[in-house]
Structure formats: C-alpha cells, structure tokens
C-alpha cells in the first residue's frame, strides 16, 4: 500500500545510469521533487516515456528535479537491468535522473504498485501528489496532466488540484 | 480458433477484449474468444507466451514480431501505425490478422 499523502520522503542512496550514487539529500537545492518509479521494458512506462521527457525539459532550470527509479527484479526480467537503464539512457538521453533500486528498499518504502507511478514531495520532502503523470496513456486523449497540474500548483505555493490519482501501469516485479 | 491468453497482473487484457470483440462485431463475426490465464513462469513458458496480452488466431500470433519475446509474466509491447508504444494491439493489427 502506498504512503499516504504528507509523508515524508523516505531516505535512499542509490546508483544511477551516470555511475555515482545519488541521496535524497542531493536533492535538496531544488524546491520539489518528484520520483517516478519507472523500468525499462513496461509499455506504460514507454507510452508515457515522451511527456515525463518534455515534461522534465520544460521544468529544467526551475524550483523541480524529476528521478525514475527502477526497481524491479532483474533475475526475473532481465531487460530492466543496470546496464539496460544506461543503455536507454545513452539511447535516449534523459534529462531526468535514472536510479537503480536493486534491494527494492525505496519502492518498498513508497509502497510503489506500478509503473510509472508519480511520488511528488514538496520542499519538506512530504508527499503532495501520488499516482498518474496524466490521464491517459494515450498522448492525444489526454484531458488532465495531473503531475504538471500539481507542479505548477506547489510552485505556485497553493493546493494542488488533484492530489491523488490511480497509477494505470505495469506492476512492481518483486522479488 | 482465437485466443486471448493474459497475465492478471497487467491491466491491459480487458480493453484488449474490448477491441478485439469491437472488431469481431464490425466484421459480423461471432467467433467466441477462448480466455486462457496465465498464472506461472512455467506455463508462459509452455505456452510460449511472450506477455500479455497475447491473441492468436488458429495459432498465429497477431503481432509476429512480437511472438518470439521470451516468455514471461509481462506486460508485452505493441506498436501503433504512428510508431507510438501501446499496451493493447491496433483496431489495425486485429483488422488484418482477421481479414
């Protein structure tokens, strides 16, 4: 089950696709953050893959840091791999940060389901937004973008619209 | 014969069926779909099912670039016409598999 909303963002240290290791604290210079809990092979990870990519690029510079996380098991589905994740990354070069969960301790502590799924924290890392990047998975039906929605709202020092939403994804592979 | 074999743990098969019976229906076909769960590594294995959903007509697979993933309890991936991912097959890809 998922942390509730108001939580605080539990601490993690985990390798990226760029090879050094990154902390919650690292993090601290930017005013939101979010973590996407993300793989490589799930097609609702990839239907989505270009809006959180634009969405990440339209918040460079600004108060946001947007991290995906991986954390499925990579005995089981060898594709979501480290070496997988670096490889999309050169492929496709991120403009988000891309951790590797290998323990699964962060998406345990999120009590993440799916991929993708949005944790949205605030400046005192507490969670203000969970669920779905938007509405729908098809880019041209899409009516609400949730996560921007938020992001804007909590820049904004307001409420955010929506607050929780369904995360429509692939499931977590646990080991 | 046209099989529609899923893994539970993706939520794509219901709107799979939706569209394949949409499709069916379009066609003024009244083919019943034969549901098959796929519930172990082992039986995606045995069944060569490289995610789900996956549907077969008279054992051809709809999508056969897609048919030789390796097994697995996954989600598989399809593509649209434009090039966009897609968690369920194209009205497209079923009208032609059915044509």
Same mark, same amino acid.
């Not at chain 1, 604290?25 to 993300?38: E, M, N, P, S, T």
């Not at chain 1, 092979?41 to 959180?52: G, M, N």
């Not at chain 1, 496709?92 to 590797?100: E, N, Q, V, W």
């Given at each position: ?28 210079? =930017? ?5 996407? #809990? ?8 990839? =239907? ?37 994740? #670096? ?16 323990? #699964? ?26 669920? =779905? ?43 | 014969?046209?099989?529609? &074999? ?10 799979a069926k939706a569209l394949l019976e949409q499709v069916l229906a379009e066609l003024g076909r009244d083919d019943e779909i034969v549901l098959t ?22 054992? &051809? ?11 697995? &309890? ?5 593509h649209l016409p434009d090039g966009r991912v897609s968690p369920v097959p194209s009205r497209e890809q079923l009208e032609v598999a059915l044509g």
């Amino acid at each position: 089950m998922s942390i509730k909303l108001g939580t605080e963002a539990p601490p993690f240290e985990l390798l990226g696709v760029d090879g050094a290791d990154h902390a919650l604290d690292d993090f601290r210079d =930017a005013k939101l953050l979010a973590l996407v #809990q993300y793989c490589n092979h799930c097609p609702y990870v990839l =239907a989505w893959e270009d809006r959180l990519m634009a969405l990440t690029r339209d918040y460079a510079g600004r108060d946001l840091r947007i991290v995906a996380v991986n954390s499925n098991d990579v005995a089981r589905y060898p594709e979501d791999s480290f070496e997988r994740m #670096q490889e999309r990354d050169r492929e496709l070069d991120f403009p988000f940060d891309y951790l590797f969960d290998e323990s #699964q301790a962060l998406a345990r502590a999120l009590g993440a389901e799916h991929t993708p799924e949005v944790f949205l924290f605030d400046e005192a890392r507490r969670l203000r937004y969970h669920g =779905a990047i938007d509405d729908s998975r098809d880019d041209k039906a899409v009516t609400r973008r949730y996560l921007h929605e938020a992001i804007e709202a909590l820049l904004a020092g307001a409420e955010p619209p929506v607050a929780e939403t369904e995360a429509v994804g692939c499931s977590v592979k646990w080991k | 014969m046209i099989e529609l &074999l899923y893994w539970q743990g993706c939520p794509s098969h219901p709107e799979a069926k939706a569209l394949l019976e949409q499709v069916l229906a379009e066609l003024g076909r009244d083919d019943e779909i034969v549901l098959t769960e796929v519930t172990s590594d082992a039986e995606a294995e045995r069944l060569r099912f490289p995610g789900s959903p996956t549907i077969r007509i008279d054992g &051809l697979d709809i999508d056969a670039m897609g048919a030789n993933g390796r097994p697995s &309890l996954t989600c598989r991936i399809y593509h649209l016409p434009d090039g966009r991912v897609s968690p369920v097959p194209s009205r497209e890809q079923l009208e032609v598999a059915l044509g």
